[in-house]
């Protein structure tokens, strides 16, 4: 009992900071129509950031420059290279074969710079550990559950009361209505870009935290493993991309705690278990489990 306690808090944990990249995912998808494979470069750009500035400013100061600088280069992404031409609905497809190029480029530089070292971003959890009844969780763990929920709680704020996530909602359901109706699509656009930055910036510190070795140059493909989180609650679905990211963890936690049970699927299964449940929800709910039925003029 007290591993399959362990192991369902694990997976919380993981979810919620899934959920930090997939929610990335989802935002750029509505506002833009593009999907995002720069995402996980982007990741790595904060996690990079807030490992070498966390000696002279602080972890605090760190994460703070690294989110900003994130969330900079993401915007600076769409609006001066993807929306060079305008933000055309019907050149999503091409802006998001560019996003390709972008992950190359800046996962090349970073990966370079980082070689084949180990960084620290200086978190205040370190390696410490509290007793939660009979389980034993890293503070890690607990961090960034709690940070998460309140991120993730102030996101969903952003779309519900303020100007911008109207906007955003508008432009999602009907982009030509929402540009006769005065919506400034390029700003919507960007700002989006940058929220998604900030979020995978600060995704980072979580990824490379204790229990894990700490940052080094693959950590940004742990965002593949959000992207079929997205993608099973449905790419223009927030409340989607929540719910796919918990079930991804968890499936994935689970199924690591238990795979010695498990060993006839093989050794590997844990990293491939996302994208099962991907397929299986897939074949069931081909729009994800928050997605709706579109409507199509004939």
């Known amino acids: 009992m007290t591993t399959f306690l362990d192991n369902v808090f694990n997976g919380l944990a993981l979810g919620a900071v899934y959920a930090l990249v997939a929610l990335g995912f989802v935002i750029i998808f509505k506002a833009s129509g593009v999907m995002n494979f720069a995402h996980g470069s982007l990741l790595l750009l904060g996690g990079y950031l807030t490992a070498v500035l966390h000696d002279d400013l ?50 090349t530089d970073l990966s370079r710079r980082i070689g084949g070292d180990l960084l620290s971003l200086g978190d205040p959890w370190g390696d410490s550990v509290s007793g939660l009844g009979p389980v034993t969780v890293a503070d890690s763990r607990i961090a960034a559950i709690v940070v998460s929920a309140l991120v993730i709680a102030g996101v969903f704020a952003l779309f519900r009361y303020t100007s911008w996530g109207l906007s955003l909602r508008a432009s999602a359901e009907d982009v030509e209505a929402a540009s006769l109706m005065g919506v400034r699509l390029v700003r919507v656009r960007t700002l989006a870009w940058c929220l998604a930055g900030a979020l995978a910036a600060l995704a980072a510190v979580f990824l ?91």
């Open 58 to 107: 602080g972890f605090a100061a760190a994460l703070a420059v690294a989110v900003l600088v994130t969330a900079a280069v993401a915007g600076a992404v769409d609006r001066f290279l993807l929306q060079a031409g305008g933000p055309d609905p019907h050149t999503a497809h091409v802006q998001t074969i560019v996003t390709i190029g972008v992950d190359i480029l800046i996962l």
């Open 208 to 298: 490379a935290a204790f229990p894990a070795p700490g940052l080094e140059r693959t950590t940004g493909q742990i965002a593949l493993k959000a992207f079929p989180a997205a993608i099973l609650g449905g790419m223009a679905s927030p409340p989607g991309a929540l719910a796919g990211s918990l079930l991804i963890g968890m499936t994935e936690a689970l199924v690591a705690g238990y795979q010695s049970d498990l060993h006839v699927l093989g050794e590997g299964f844990g990293d491939v278990a996302p994208y099962a449940v991907m397929v299986l929800v897939l074949l069931v709910r081909p729009t994800g489990l928050f997605g709706g039925k579109a409507a199509v003029r004939v």
